[in-house]
């Protein structure tokens, strides 16, 4: 059992996943800031789009009546 101690030791103190691991952080914290913006953003862009479609159906309407 005291040789299980010195192993754990030397696994814990090992470094070559760690820069894995901060990719992995880098990359799940730009997805969760993306998510984030996006969810942010929602509304906004929901209302320009009722916009443009009212424009669009507006000048639709007006060239069709010519």
Known sequence: MFRLIPARARTLA?????????WV????????????????????VTGIGALVANYLREVGESQLGQ
């Not at 090992?14 to 901060?22: I, L, N, R, S």
């Not at 799940?28 to 969810?39: E, N, R």
């Open 14 to 22: 090992q470094e070559d996943g760690a820069v894995t691991v901060d």
């Open 25 to 44: 952080v880098l990359t799940a914290a730009a997805g969760f800031l993306s998510v984030a913006a996006l969810a942010g953003m929602s509304d906004s």
